[in-house]
């Protein structure tokens, strides 16, 4: 699920791949322009792939793999609606 | 799997390892093959490090795809899964005491653990490149794209441009090109005068033919597939609104722009020396390699004793020198708690130490052949330095003339460092920017203070190790 919307994707990846995959093209905004971000390192040194997975915030999911029913929320606003169709 | 203290000794392991790259893998069988009781600790899902990210899962065409270097990772795999090591994935260290006890996360929740010996192998991570739009989604770093073709087996779609210089922009270029990516043009960045600095060390890099040979390799197959290349490339910028829309530099004279979906940025790799930085240990600044390096003796020894760093967190050499340097980092810790006496530790370490040797002599050539161009630590004054906070090179410029001397002073005047990153995308950066403002050496300059949290931790994971019982039983749970 992303942001309340069920989302089929391949188990066994990175849940950033995977919601890159999915078309998400922004993870975030940042707190002092509002300038759009995405994962720019995927090996958890950049900080910018971060949501929330099932109720807990600031993960990296660059660095945790898709699971069966997670529930993924974008962070600070920045969900692209496209996406998640 | 129970984790059980010695209570005599207050000790869970004889060694702990850090890390499950060919450093880290090496290390923990070689300390297992010495009795030692030993425990591997990652972040990642499964062993390989970054070099052999996700060999244990990709599948025969990807594998196949990238290369027999690659698969070399699948041996290491296999004999650590039968080498009676206690692996621990998923699970991150975001803390070590300077008695070495380890405080780790996993699912949740964190436990702690206490070595007699440590050994962090985390590895290195790619140099921060500070361009003019390196913060637009759409850039990433190249080995970033790498880590996706090895995870996800996906590549960047529509055109795609490689900017920066080294022998990792050269593979991924040809990896991407193998896997279908629309490879639009390969932007160097590395000075032509890099070549005079770079021959003196060409005779001792050819005693080790094969890696002059792999790039030589890597280059005829970028020309032979057209790819357009440019050399020397300076005032890169990159260009887009909410992404990625266009490339424009300067290469022989002449403004060049060209289209592109996503930009791939890379400028070697440096140590990761947040932990080692967390635990204030001695750091020498490397004026080849251009980076940080925790010190280290023929053991593999940092400053704080008991703990070893191997492999390219503590200089850069590759996987193959990674996988020497772990062994004798496990040889010298098997030594310190009395598993091997000094006469068989000398004679096991000869054969690693000439592998070490080998899989060193190309280093110097290519560190001086790819040193990245002085310009990437004097970047416009829009540039943003810090990604998290939003600071631009003209800020730090500006603390530079107000009088802050150190990075530690313009963290605490500009919040430059202070985001979640901890600094790791803009320290280096800093402590370049600050020395040449002050015509300083960056040794004098230092790096940023490090603290615990490595990792932001949810408050239930720490909450958690409070109470001694409920550590105890979350860390059976989770290593069962
Ligand atoms: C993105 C990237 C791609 C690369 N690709 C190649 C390549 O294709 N070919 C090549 O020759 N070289 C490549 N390199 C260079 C690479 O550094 C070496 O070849 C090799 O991987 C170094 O081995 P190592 O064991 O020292 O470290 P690594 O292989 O980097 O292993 C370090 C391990 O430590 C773990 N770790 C770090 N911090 C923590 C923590 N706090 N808690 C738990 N675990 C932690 C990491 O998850 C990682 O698995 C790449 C480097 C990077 C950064
Ligand atoms: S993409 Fe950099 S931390 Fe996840």
């Given amino acids: 699920m992303l942001d309340g919307d069920p989302l089929r994707v391949e188990a066994g990846q990175p849940l950033a791949a995977a919601l890159m995959k999915a078309g998400l093209s922004v993870f975030r905004r940042t707190p002092v322009s509002g300038a759009p971000r995405a994962p720019f390192c995927m090996m958890g040194v950049c900080f910018e792939c971060l949501v929330e997975i ?32 | 799997m129970n984790i059980s203290t010695d209570p005599g000794s207050g000790f869970t392991h004889d060694v702990i390892v850090i890390g499950g790259g060919p450093a880290g893998m090496s290390a923990a069988m070689t300390a297992a093959e010495y009795g030692c009781k030993v425990a591997l600790l990652d972040e990642q899902p499964r062993p390989g490090g970054q070099i052999y990210r996700n060999v244990t899962r990709a599948p025969a065409a990807l ?56 050994i962090a192998a985390t590895g290195a991570m790619e140099r921060p490149s500070p361009i003019p739009g390196w913060t637009l989604p759409g850039v990433l770093n190249a080995g970033a794209a790498q880590i996706l073709l090895k995870s996800s087996g996906t590549v960047p779609s529509g055109a795609t441009v490689l900017v920066g210089g080294g022998p990792l922009l050269l ?15 390969l932007v160097q960045t590395t000075p032509t005068s890099n070549l005079l600095r770079a021959l003196p060390h060409l005779g001792r890099a050819s005693l080790t033919p094969s890696y002059l040979a792999k790039g030589a390799g890597l280059l005829q197959k970028l020309k032979r597939a057209g790819v357009p290349f440019y050399r020397d490339a300076r ?31 890379h400028h070697g790799v440096v140590p990761n020396t947040q932990l080692a930085r967390l635990l204030r240990l001695e750091h020498r600044w490397d004026d080849t390699q251009l980076a ?53 530790q000398e004679r096991e ?86 020395a040449r403002a002050h015509f300083k050496s960056v040794q004098e300059v230092g790096s940023y203070r490090i603290r615990p949290p490595l990792k932001p931790i949810p408050l239930g994971s720490i909450a958690a190790l409070a109470s001694p019982s409920v550590s105890r039983s979350a860390c059976k749970e989770e290593f069962e």
Wanted: net charge neutral; aromatic share 4%; charged share 20%.
């Fill in chain 2, 292 to 344: 940080w390096q925790p010190c280290v003796d023929a053991w593999f020894e940092t400053s704080l004793p008991g703990l070893r760093i191997p492999g390219d967190g503590a200089s850069i050499a590759g996987a193959l020198a990674a996988e020497a340097s772990g062994a004798l980092a496990a040889l010298g810790a098997a030594a310190a708690i009395g598993r091997v006496d000094c006469s068989t």
């Fill in chain 1, 54 to 85: 099932d109720g807990v915030p600031n993960q990296q999911s660059c660095m945790v793999e898709v699971r069966e029913g997670m529930r993924v929320r974008v962070q600070d606003g920045a969900r692209n609606l496209e996406a998640t169709r």
């Fill in chain 2, 235 to 265: 005032e890169i910028r990159i260009e887009g609104e909410s992404g990625v829309s266009a490339l424009t530099f300067r290469a022989g004279g002449t403004c060049v722009s060209i289209a592109a979906d996503a930009v791939l940025l």
């Fill in chain 2, 349 to 434: 370490a000869r054969a690693w130490r000439k592998l070490l040797r080998k899989h060193s002599r190309v280093r110097r050539f290519l560190d001086e052949l790819y040193r990245p161009p002085e310009w990437l630590v004097a970047p416009p004054d829009e540039t943003i330095v810090c990604r998290c906070e939003e600071v631009d090179a003209g800020t730090i410029r500006h603390m530079a003339i107000l009088g802050c001397q150190g990075p530690n002073q313009t963290k605490f005047f500009s919040r430059c460092g202070m985001g979640p990153c901890q600094g790791r995308q803009c320290a280096i950066t800093v402590s370049q920017m600050l």
């Fill in chain 2, 171 to 185: 593979l991924v270029a040809c990896q991407l090109l193998d896997a279908g990516a629309r490879v639009a043009a």
């Fill in chain 2, 63 to 118: 594998r196949e795809l990238l290369g027999p270097d690659y698969q070399r990772g699948s041996g290491l795999a296999e004999r650590l899964q039968r080498s009676g090591v206690e692996c621990h994935f998923d699970t991150t260290v975001w803390d070590v005491g300077q008695d070495l006890t380890v405080t780790a996360q996993c699912h949740g929740r964190s436990t702690q653990l206490r070595p007699r010996q440590l």
